[in-house]
């Protein structure tokens, strides 16, 4: 009875007599051409909708396999319907919620693959998400519980990519006159309502429930953020910047932390809708516009890319007479100056300010950037640092020519006063891990180069004199602020914004420092952790099935490609090599229709992997390797059945002894740490003695 575990890997090999594909996460491989992985999403012009779907993939497969299209093809697909599994969609969808294999009534697949499966299969994506939610006596889907399903996957109802979807909700709500007891939001809706209502959106939708977002798993990400964050919260270290009055009001209490993925996946915890100002935050952001303008070779010409390994108001300049860097005071009033001088010589000085607010606007995807006239006025009134910075530049020849001083001094001074918020610096910072691109609005705003440097200077410069200290500890870009905020941005994942104004004694916030430092200690974010390799460390990144080893896909690629290598890593590393996929096809299936003997005997005299596995067509390695004629394979194959019994059953015995003894060892760790295990012995007994026990009949995935 088939027993597959569905896994977003996916990992399908279709039966044919001419040709076989793979299609590993989109991706399509043909059996004879392993090397050309066509993005099937690119492959010919059909809308994403159909590719989403999973329709548009078997129509390709279809014509892969037949060469032509026509009435002829139709029947031989009809006739080949039963061999089929089910699309994506419903793969995923299956874990989650709802398990069309589960389903009391519905007939499982092993069993029949007829009616109620091709069914399914027509189904699109709008049926399915409403499968999800339904209520099954009043065929009814509950908005309220298919947003709060949404939000879990980290996106929000006022996000701008399901605008209208909530216009609809209202649209609809309005047609059915209010109808009472119910808000827009909260509202039942039928089938074809729900169809139309969720449609214009549905794309991103349907990748939010697919988990096919940088952190497939937001909610466990989110139960460690939180833990995190409340440890964060008893730390009552530090003390309030109080060089001017605004500041020093503050209280200490205020704790903040948003997180914004670079698809769009929001968290908030704490003060993070308490406004401050933007202070030395906001010195990436001007350095960005300053690139995206003039380019870096102008802009290094005036300011260095040195740590100044001094404070951040020193009055210092580096050999060549320039400020050490753009996020110090005196490198980030330079660099006020380009702007004023460079960028925008013709504008005013009320021009400058709101085109640089646009900017900040457009990085923020339009959440709040305001100004803290009153702050402003303080710093002005309290700057005697900065201005004898800004003439200790001038006076050695640092500003570009038509500098006017006062001008650049309010300027810098006004940057400072912006105000913000945390939830619109996470979106920011989320900008910036996404190549400039604002995860919430789409919108490109930096060049990915740009970003680049940006990320550059902050990683070596951005925490003051605790740069070197931050850089080794968390690894990552991050630029702190005097009124107690951190801005963190992990490239190609997610930003985050932390504050709270109590700062240590070089002017950084304590519990946001803190709360990088732990960050980096539960998952592998900082920029030198492995992230090959198994380790203490949680990865978001990955999906559930994946986090407690290697992923299936690699191991399945590795057999396909002939890769013994490969295959011999994995075996280290701890992984269970008799894994199946979803269509319960083994390493072994695929290296012996690939005709890979050196696979194949890897894979049997060293992994000790059963020889008879049935895939869910009832197939063995050996079938598959007569298939596809290699004759090789066939005969060492039918030569090993012939000893495996008792092969098989030595090996069981030797393998039980070992573990024993490896399992009194790891007895006393949880399940996780023994998954996580860096030492190749205890996990890798673990493993063999699960490759020993598992039978042929037996595809679930003993370890995971
Ligand atoms: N460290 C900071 O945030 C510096 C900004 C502050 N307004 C100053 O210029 O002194």
Redesign the pocket.
């Known amino acids: 009875m088939f027993k597959g575990v569905p896994t977003l890997a996916n990992l399908r090999l279709l039966k044919s007599q001419r040709e076989a594909y793979t299609i590993v996460n989109g991706l399509v491989l043909t059996r004879r051409s392993k090397a050309t992985a066509l993005p099937l999403e690119l492959t010919d012009a059909v809308s994403r909708r159909n590719v989403l779907n999973g329709d548009y993939k078997q129509e390709f497969l279809d014509r892969a396999k037949y060469g032509h299209t026509g009435k002829q093809l139709q029947q031989k697909i009809a006739s080949e319907k039963k061999m089929r599994a089910p699309p994506l969609l419903n793969l995923v969808f299956a874990n989650r919620k709802l398990s069309f294999y589960d389903t009391s009534s519905g007939p499982k697949p092993s069993e029949d693959h007829g009616k109620g499966h091709r069914e399914q299969e027509q189904r699109n994506a709008e049926d399915v998400l409403f499968d999800m939610f339904a209520n099954d006596e009043t065929g009814l889907i509950s908005m309220g519980k298919f947003l709060a399903g949404l939000k879990t996957t980290g996106i929000r109802r006022n996000d701008p990519r399901v605008r209208e979807l909530m216009d609809n909700l209202k649209k609809v709500h309005k047609l059915n006159n209010y109808e009472t007891g119910s808000s827009a939001e909260t509202q039942h809706l039928n089938r074809e309502t729900f169809k139309a209502v969720v449609s214009p959106n549905i794309v991103l939708i349907a990748k939010a429930f697919r988990q096919q977002f940088i952190i497939p798993d937001f909610s466990s990400f989110v139960k460690d953020i939180e833990d995190i964050y409340w440890r964060c919260k008893s730390n009552t270290l530090g003390k309030l ?1 109080d ?2 009055p605004q500041l020093a009001r503050y209280s200490p209490d205020f704790w903040g932390v948003s997180i914004c993925t670079v698809d769009g996946q929001r968290f908030s915890i704490g003060d993070v809708e308490e406004p401050f ?1 933007l ?3 906001s ?1 990436p952001l001007t350095y960005a516009i300053a690139l995206e303008k003039l380019g870096p070779k102008v802009v290094h010409s005036f300011v260095g890319q040195e740590p100044s390994g001094r404070n ?2 020193e009055l210092v300049l580096d050999q060549n007479k320039k400020p050490h860097n753009p996020m110090i ?1 005196a490198g ?1 009033i330079l660099t006020c100056s380009l702007m004023n001088a460079l960028v925008k010589p013709d504008m005013t000085s009320a021009e400058i300010f709101d085109y640089t607010m646009s900017w900040f606007k457009r990085l923020s995807g339009g959440e709040y950037i305001g100004f803290n006239n009153a702050v402003f006025l303080s ?1 002005r009134e309290a ?1 005697d ?2 201005y004898a910075l800004g003439f200790y530049m001038r006076e050695n020849k640092c500003f570009p020519k038509r500098t006017n001083l006062k001008e650049v001094m309010d300027y ?2 006004q940057c ?2 912006m105000e913000t918020n945390c939830e619109a610096m996470s979106v920011i910072a989320a900008s910036m891990a996404n190549g400039g691109i604002c995860p919430t609005t789409e919108e490109k705003v930096f060049r990915p180069e740009v970003i680049r440097d940006v990320l550059s200077i902050m990683h070596s410069c951005g925490t ?1 004199d605790y740069s070197g200290q931050f850089a080794f500890k968390v690894g990552l870009p991050a630029k ?4 107690g905020g951190m801005m963190l941005v992990i490239p190609n994942v997610m930003g985050i914004f932390a504050w709270s104004p109590p700062l240590d004694h070089l ?1 950084n916030t304590v519990r946001g420092l803190q709360f990088c430092e732990e960050l980096v200690n539960t998952f592998n974010f900082h920029r030198y952790d492995n992230l090959k390799h198994l380790s203490n460390k949680k990865d978001p990144r990955k999906h559930r099935y994946e986090t407690k080893g290697l992923s299936i896909v690699n191991l399945l690629f590795s057999a396909a490609s002939g890769d013994v290598t490969a295959l011999r890593r994995h075996r280290l590393s701890g992984m269970d090599i008799t894994l199946a996929d979803y269509d319960g096809r083994t390493a072994l299936h695929l290296a012996a229709s690939e005709g890979h003997l050196e696979c194949v005997k890897f894979l049997l005299e060293q992994c000790h992997v059963p020889h008879n596995p049935k895939d869910r067509w009832g197939n063995l390695p050996a079938d598959e390797a007569e298939n596809f004629g290699h004759a090789e394979v066939v005969a060492f194959l039918k030569a090993w059945a012939e000893k495996a019994p008792q092969a098989e059953e030595e090996y069981k015995n030797e393998a039980v002894t070992t573990t024993t003894q490896a399992n009194e060892e790891i007895d006393s760790t949880s399940d996780l740490d023994r998954s996580n295990n860096t030492s190749p012995v205890p996990s890798e007994a673990a493993s063999t003695a699960s490759v020993a026990s598992a039978t042929s009949d037996d595809k679930t995935k003993p370890g995971l």
């Not at 702190?480 to 009124?483: A, E, Q």
């Open positions: 910047a060089y001017i100002t202070q030395s935050c010195k951040f108001n005071n980030a710093e700057a640092r900065n810098y001074f400072c006063s003051y702190s602020g005097v009124s002017g």
